[in-house]
């Protein structure tokens, strides 16, 4: 069958999709399946690490937790979010943007990578114990027009997909909008404290239909106030309870340290998220990020096994609650390895400078003095691509907490700066902090890539 163009593509998409949510209470499996055979004819000859026929399997049957999650999420959310979801994280992102990264990682000889993290702001209405945002000193933003710029220039790339992190980013809520008004086509997902969802942004958010919130939550009430100050998890149940009354789609954003990895973990939190309307909880390792970051709080060997392990429980979508789980230290097998330097992402901070990674606050470009390919060929950028994967067992995928030599020496050869404008931290103090957890993961970590079977994925190293 011969490609489809992008146009084409798009139309297609939308018809099915239409035809799809008019028949939620009948049989939409079937239409379902339209859409995956849409998926896998535009992709043409791509290679993925996907099988059509397989996922097709698992999502018609109906004895299966994804067939009732995917049944949930199209009668329980808005149509118009449904649909613009549908086009713009499906079709635009995954599938048109894939194929265009693809062909410009090759043009332009650089990392080109599928989302963008930008901080609208380093302001924020909480002030939580430990919040590595809070390194950057306050009061800094990224204008409208910057955000706006820098996601044309993405587009032109094929990057359809941009996330918001702060501070708070929903200090900013009537720019995200404008943002979510003006690129149609794209996909927006905010990290937020919650205290700030009203129904105005719920309006809003049901309008434009592509922007997606992930609700930072550390646990139950007393230890989540305890850290974020009190009554916010009230609050954080109300903003949840609205979002779901108005069908939106969103999430949690959960930091497990050694301290609270079995609470977030446990199945009375999973049935409350459930139960709350989320869709996704994005489970994030505790870095030692900063001059006083709080070393205690890093798992230990024992429970980042725990943690891969029921993360993976959790994630079952055949005998699951129906949660959709991410582990950003324990699933490096399914994306290759580390994804930061532009490889998958990289991150904008709210001075404008590109650093290679959320929790890696060094850089060498800055969106105020340069394009996005220039940001993308700078130096600790490139030094990423020629490296990665940075150790071939992906449990061991960061260059600083698994490999943190690797870090020192390319943030030492690449001549990048430190971004801290509050705190300035060198790279040989970041590293040391993450030596003796290294070593003490790196056996473990080799014994279970060993012993237990794990993807391979086709495309770790981009440049190869």
Known sequence: ????????????????????????????????????????????????????????????????????????????????????????????????????????????????????????????????????????????????????????QGKELG???????????LVRKADLIRLCEKHNDCAFLAYTNGTLVDEELCRNMKRVGNLYLAISLEGFEEVNDLRRGTGVYGKVMEAMDLLKENGLLFGTSICYTSKNIETVTSDEFVRLMVEKGCRYALYFHYMPVGNNAALELLPDTQQRLYMRQRVREIRN??????????????????????????????????????????????????????????????PLFMA???????????????????????????????????TDLQSPESVEHLCAKCHEYAAQWAPEADRVWQEEPHRKQSYENYKA
């Not at 086009?87 to 989302?115: D, S, Y």
């Not at 691509?385 to 020496?409: V, W």
Request: proline share 3%.
């Open 1 to 152: 069958m011969k490609e489809m163009t992008h146009k084409a593509g798009r139309a297609a998409f939308g018809k099915a999709i239409d035809i799809a949510l008019r028949n939620i209470d009948k049989d939409w499996e079937k239409d379902v399946s339209v859409l995956i055979d849409l998926m896998q004819n535009y992709m043409g000859g791509e290679k993925l690490d996907f099988d059509y026929e397989q996922v097709k399997k698992k999502i018609c049957d109906r004895e299966r937790t994804l067939n009732r999650y995917i049944r949930r999420i199209l009668s329980e959310t808005d149509p118009n979010v449904l649909k613009t979801t549908a086009l713009n994280l499906g079709f635009e992102a995954f599938f048109h943007g894939t194929k265009t990264i693809r062909k410009m990682r090759e043009v332009h000889q650089c990392n080109v990578p599928w989302l963008i993290l930008m901080d609208p702001t380093s302001a924020c209405n909480l002030h939580c114990t430990g919040c590595w945002a809070a390194e950057y000193g306050n009061r800094l933003n990224l204008t409208f027009e910057e955000m706006d710029h820098v996601i044309c």
């Open 159 to 169: 990057i359809y997909f941009y996330m918001f992190t702060g501070g708070e980013p």
């Open 317 to 378: 979508m055949s005998t699951g609650r129906g949660l959709f789980t991410m582990d950003f230290q324990n699933d490096g097998e399914f994306v290759g390895g580390c994804i930061a330097g532009g490889r998958n992402y990289f991150h904008i901070n709210a001075n404008g400078d590109a650093e290679p990674c959320v929790f890696i606050h060094y850089s060498g470009a800055n969106i105020r003095t340069h394009s996005l390919l220039e940001i993308l060929k700078q």
């Open 384 to 418: 990423y691509r020629d490296r990665q994967p940075f150790n071939d067992n992906h449990l061991r995928p960061c260059p600083m907490l698994e490999n943190p030599q690797i870090l020192e020496q390319m943030v030492k050869e690449t001549g990048a700066k430190s």
